[in-house]
């Protein structure tokens, strides 16, 4: 495993809620961040507690979270160490309230 791929690995296994997105939950720099953050706060989510990575600002991160998840896109959302998805699964996941299911219950 090379010294990024440990990096992200300690990440998600550190944290509760990680999301890898491009800014920051106060200043999302894409879209599909953007909303993936509205989403987490339609969960109930304080952003404030949730772990973003913003993937511009390490360009080793950027492609390593893409082969450590197998994912090709950002956001990718990690609750309690397993990986979720992008925002359409979490966008998903929230219209069925499944997304607020796993995030209560790993809380």
Partial sequence: MSDTQQQIDQLVKSNDIVLFMKGSASFPM????GRAIQILKACGVDTK????VNVLEDDA???????????PTIPQLYVKGEFIGGSDIMME????????QVISAQA
């Fill in 30 to 33: 894409c879209g599909f961040s």
């Fill in 49 to 52: 507690t949730v772990k973003t």
């Fill in 61 to 71: 991160i950027r492609q390593g979270i893409k082969d450590y998840s197998n994912w």
């Fill in 93 to 100: 996941m929230y219209e069925s309230g499944e997304l607020k």
